[in-house]
């Protein structure tokens, strides 16, 4: 063999596994049998740019699964008083958000042709309907009882919308903790309807202020409060990637899920999980 053809070839290891009769394999240990088998393009006639679609979307649902098993962790772990390790679950979720909103350059390159060809075979489908997205948004504070109803049609979705509409939020949690460590946070908000919206409150932005004018002495909160503003920044740049590439694609057209489309995605920028964190940067 010429050094050329040598370099052409890496051979197999003698100790490589390579009989799976009675073994796991990778595709066993991931079930890919399943995985890649659920995509089921709907196009007639078939449409090349429909499988990409589909992945897109079925991608960003498995993300959001880790983003919720990462959340939930975070979440317990503030109730045991274990900060450090909520941080590191955290830390995952923002480079979650990061492959989420960059998988958003994929996408955008379905042009508005290649998009049409397509667009009538997802009937009334909509991103609107992700139970997961609307858990992860649960999770972080924004609650609406009213997205519940939406998902009346799949009992295990709404049962879990149900029970985290119910429960404490990330940043109820968090409140909670810092209660317990002596910082001052208004028994309201302690002690409010967790089903409900999250509402801004001026005592609580002066217990952060006294936070950001001494950060060495409260390192700890500090860089929770940052983890916390990193995270809401990601999801903004994720709202707003996805709808630069709705603009871009379908225009000012409604939605297939019925809602007014661009309009409605850009109401979403106003939205905020943590508020009292972005207010008292006017104080710092």
């Not at 004018?213 to 903004?236: I, K």
């Amino acid at each position: 063999m010429s050094g050329d053809d040598a370099r052409a070839v890496r051979e197999i290891e003698e100790g490589v596994q390579r009989d799976f009769t009675a073994a796991m394999s990778y595709g066993d240990y991931l079930g890919l049998d399943r995985l890649l088998s659920a995509q089921h393009p709907r196009s007639q006639p078939a449409q090349h740019d429909e499988l990409l679609f589909i992945i897109q979307h079925q991608t960003s649902e498995l993300w959001l699964k880790l983003m919720l098993h990462e959340l939930r962790s975070a979440r317990a772990l503030l109730t045991t008083d274990e900060l450090a390790p909520a941080l590191k679950r955290l830390a995952r979720v923002k480079r979650i958000q990061e492959v989420l909103t960059d998988q958003w350059s994929v996408l955008a390159t379905l042009t508005p042709s290649e998009y049409a060809e397509i667009r009538p075979f997802l009937a009334t489908s909509s991103g609107f309907q992700s139970w997961q997205y609307r858990a992860v948004e649960f999770l972080l504070g924004n609650k609406n009882a009213d997205m519940v109803k939406v998902f009346d049609h799949d009992e295990a979705a709404r049962a879990m919308l149900a029970e985290l509409l119910e429960e404490p939020s990330l940043y109820d949690e968090f409140l909670r903790y810092l209660s317990r460590r002596g910082y001052a946070i208004p028994a309201a908000l302690l002690e409010r309807d967790v089903t409900q919206p999250y509402r801004e409150s001026d005592e609580l932005v002066d217990t952060f202020a006294a936070v950001y004018a001494s950060p060495t002495e409260h390192w700890g909160v500090y860089e929770t409060c940052e983890e916390l503003v990193d995270l809401e920044d990601n999801f903004q740049q994720w709202r707003f990637r996805h709808l630069q590439v709705v603009t871009r694609t379908i225009g000012h057209k409604k939605g297939t899920g019925g809602s007014s489309g661009v309009d409605f995605l850009r109401r979403a920028l106003d939205l905020t999980f943590f508020p009292e964190l972005y207010t008292v940067r006017t104080r710092v």
